[in-house]
């Protein structure tokens, strides 16, 4: 039996191994205190403001920003093949949640294209791997909602960007720049937000030796829990219950006296304001509208109840609050809103597996039992 003065005693991590660091990273930080995060060495609300999404995909997996790096071109990769493009639409006409069905496409595609472990790929492969992949969510996503509304998929139209193109292929129009713009920076602002739980559980995956799709889809299952990516319907669902501003403050009230959660509110990390939010405040303003000012008052009164409630601390706007305005301004499906955070944040997981990759070692903790005391003999 171990002793607390064991030398091969584990270290105890904390519960959910906050504050914990578990691994070096060059592709971005968190800084909460600060309400400040970036990618790799750039300020990522500065570009979201001011970049596109390929230009900060190609800083992610090439280091720099174009023209200091060739952009990263996805355009000519969104097209499934034949028979993902099958698997797609039979999985769509069976299964509701287009999760599943982003996860069937993609260990398809992998296993179409052969792509198999890390462990037998090259560096540039791994790039390639990585783009191939990734450039296909936005075409999964947007097929299987058509195809379990009874419409015809749109292909992909690779002379227009990842995000405008993605609006394009679920609505089966052209949309508004504006609306575009908007969405792009929703993107951009999400691609990676340090080792939140859905890149950790990727770069786990990735540590073993498995294929790019495998770590992926890993990555992609943990977005699936509200309490990670799931929130920007339900915020928008929040704001059509409450109507108007002067309705939100009881709202409030009896949410917290029931002990719910108010949606688009609080962070683990963020104790200054959240620089995605104020990002997608920003261009939800652009888009303007009655819900774009009902959704101002009604942020503002449910702060101020917040305040009151918890004086001791600072709860803020997270990203999801105004995500979910700008989602519904731009036209998405509400069913779509948190598969639409997987079109970026693919492009952080994918960074991140590579990077974990060149690490070499397999990610593999203890555990503390804390069970009864083993006995000497098994009763028969």
């Not at 071109?73 to 028979?83: C, F, I, K, M, Q």
């Not at 990759?357 to 028969?380: D, F, L, M, N, W």
């Amino acid at each position: 039996m171990q002793t607390p003065t064991d030398t091969t005693a584990p270290i105890i991590a904390p519960p959910g191994l906050k504050g914990l660091a578990v691994a070096d990273t060059v592709l971005g930080d968190v800084r909460g205190q600060e309400g400040f995060f970036h990618y790799r060495q750039y300020d990522a609300a500065e570009l979201a403001r001011n970049h596109t999404l390929e230009d900060v995909w190609t800083l992610q997996l090439r280091g720099a920003l174009p023209p200091a790096a060739a952009v990263v071109e996805a355009g000519d990769h969104r097209a499934l093949p034949t028979l993902v493009a099958e698997v797609v639409d039979a999985t769509a006409r069976r299964v509701a949640d287009p999760m599943v069905t982003l996860r069937a496409g993609l260990l398809v595609l992998g296993d179409h294209e052969g792509r198999g472990s890390m462990l037998d790929r090259s560096l540039d492969e791994l790039h390639d791997d990585a783009r191939r992949l990734v450039a296909v969510v936005p075409t999964i996503l947007a097929r299987h909602h058509r195809v379990r509304q009874g419409e015809s998929p749109v292909d992909p139209d690779p002379t227009l960007g990842h995000a405008a193109d993605y609006l394009r292929m679920a609505t089966d129009r052209l949309p508004d720049p504006v609306a575009a713009r908007a969405v792009e920076q929703y993107l951009v602002a999400t691609v990676d937000h340090g080792f939140n739980a859905s890149t950790f559980t990727a770069r786990v995956v990735a540590s073993t030796g498995a294929d790019m799709a495998g770590a992926l889809v890993a990555g992609i299952g943990a977005l699936t829990g509200p309490l990670h990516g799931g929130a920007p319907s339900r915020c928008i669902q929040m704001i059509d219950e409450i109507g108007t501003p002067d309705r939100a403050a009881d709202w409030v009230r009896r949410q917290l006296d029931e002990g719910e959660k108010i949606m688009g509110f609080g962070h683990a990390v963020y104790r200054a304001e959240d620089p995605r939010g104020v990002v997608l405040r920003e261009a939800a303003e652009r888009l303007g509208g009655d819900l774009v000012d009902r959704a101002a008052g009604i942020e503002e009164e449910i702060l101020a109840v917040l305040a009151e409630w918890k004086p001791e601390q600072r709860i803020v706007t997270n990203v999801e609050f105004w995500a979910s305005v700008v989602l519904e301004l731009a036209g998405l499906p509400r069913a779509m809103f948190t598969p639409t955070f997987s079109v970026s944040r693919a492009i952080g997981w994918s960074a991140h597996v590579i990077e974990q990759h060149g690490v070499g070692k397999i990610v593999r903790p203890s555990a503390r039992y804390v069970g009864p005391e083993p006995v000497a003999t098994v009763p028969s």
